[in-house]
């Protein structure tokens, strides 16, 4: 498990500046990403409870929301009022030693304000707009906002997912706004890469629809091939069989046979090597076609023993098997633990605090955890005199309501 401490040495995105107006998942997800690569990444959020995800109460670490603490590491934060003049001027200065800016408003938000990319580029040519929405920027659905739930149902996602002939479910997981971050950080370093040739900024977006899109590649070349729109398979593949998860005497179990050589294996194991010369199995293409019965006559010899003994036993074949984890056992497995996928830090009022780590390892220049999750307000003295405000304007900004500092609250109470 990792911890606070780093290596020494920089970040291969050090020396990038962000400016972090998206809030709860897709564009967090995004900043953190860059932040864990050595960006500075300053969060701005509302006077009035700052980013929506500060909300989510349920379940909470001393307070402190669980949520907000998983995607906000190594940002600092600013707690600004941009309906005001004097926020946006504060805005408009940072943005012109800024090299991305990231939001997801719904369309239009930012010109409303005063603050659209026409706006932003006149103070920094070289600035990078990245936005992420509901459905683009283009077409028909433009104006409209976007949830990743929405997303999932208007994609196709919905009807893949579940048991066949079962009601339409969203993924587990919240895969339209998590893979929507991953693209925008793609596209910023792609941009990134363009202004360090040119020094020209450009706008960057995707969408929560495009993101979910994305995740169809296998199901669309289906639909293009047979002119059919394939639906749920529960755990089971759509081109290889058996793919999927089988009953055990204990616990379900995953067998991937996905090719002709681990289907002759997983027959062996079975002690049945005679279903490989069986005309319904013989290849992927006859196994698909009679995938019910083959997953009946496998069932029956897989619940004679324990997923440990299978697995085992599958293992050792050199078969492609896993177990079925819960999110805890899958959080705390060895494994999981030898990658560096769970990141541990100190937050001034959580305390001790995980978070899932970078899953891309760099040789020469790794992820760095910094800092846990800032507090709403928590940088915002430091953030604007490195913007060249001295401490009278500062503390004017604070009287007056245009920002909110969390550390001069904590001394005055």
């Excluded at 864990?36 to 509302?46: F, S």
């Excluded at 893979?179 to 793609?186: I, K, S, T």
């Excluded at 507090?375 to 913007?387: K, Q």
């Amino acid at each position: 498990m990792l911890n606070n401490e780093t290596s020494p040495g920089r970040g291969a995105l050090a020396g990038m500046r962000v400016i972090e107006l998206a809030q709860i998942m897709a564009g967090p997800t995004c900043g953190m990403m860059l932040a864990d690569l050595g960006a500075d990444v300053i969060k701005v959020e509302k006077l009035d409870g700052g980013d929506d995800a500060r909300q989510y109460r349920d379940p909470q670490i001393k307070g402190v929301s669980a949520p907000f603490l998983m995607l906000n590491r190594n940002k600092r934060a600013i707690a600004l009022d941009l309906k005001s003049t004097k926020g946006k001027e504060i805005l408009l200065r940072m943005v012109r030693d800024a090299d991305v800016i990231t939001e997801n408003f719904r369309k239009g938000t930012m010109e409303k304000l005063g603050l659209g990319y026409e706006t932003l580029r006149k103070e920094n040519p070289g600035l990078i707009y990245c936005t992420v929405s509901g459905y683009g920027l283009s077409g028909p659905y433009a104006d409209k906002g976007g949830f990743d739930l929405i997303a999932q149902g208007f994609s196709g996602l919905m009807s893949i997912t579940g048991e066949p002939g079962g009601r339409p479910l969203r993924t587990g997981n919240s895969v339209a706004d998590i893979n929507a971050g991953l693209l925008a950080a793609f596209g910023i370093l792609a941009a990134y890469q363009h202004k360090q040739k040119t020094g020209e900024g450009q706008i960057v977006e995707t969408s929560l629809l495009e993101a979910s899109l994305q995740q169809l590649y296998w199901h669309a070349a289906i639909y293009f091939g047979t002119g059919e729109s394939p639906g749920a398979t529960g755990s089971s593949h759509v081109l290889a069989a058996p793919y999927q998860a089988f009953p055990t005497a204990t616990d379900w179990i995953i067998i991937g046979g996905a090719n002709e050589r681990n289907w002759t294996r997983i027959a062996e194991v079975l002690g049945h090597p005679e279903w490989c010369d069986d005309p319904r199995f013989i290849l992927n293409a006859e196994r698909m076609r009679n995938r019910d019965a083959l997953v009946e006559i496998m069932s029956e010899i897989l619940t004679t023993k324990s997923a440990d003994d299978w697995l085992a036993a599958f293992d050792k074949a050199g078969v492609p098997a896993g177990p079925v984890h819960s999110i805890g056992q899958a959080l705390s497995h060895p494994q999981t633990l030898a990658r560096g996928m769970i990141v541990e830090q100190v937050h001034p009022q959580a305390g001790n605090v995980r978070t899932i780590g970078m899953p891309v390892k760099l040789s020469m220049t790794p992820a760095q955890y910094r800092r846990a999750a800032p507090r709403l307000g928590e940088d915002t003295m430091a953030i604007l005199s490195e913007f060249g405000y001295d401490a009278a304007e500062i503390d004017a900004f604070i009287d007056t309501g245009v920002v909110r500092d969390i550390n001069r609250e904590t001394t005055q109470a």
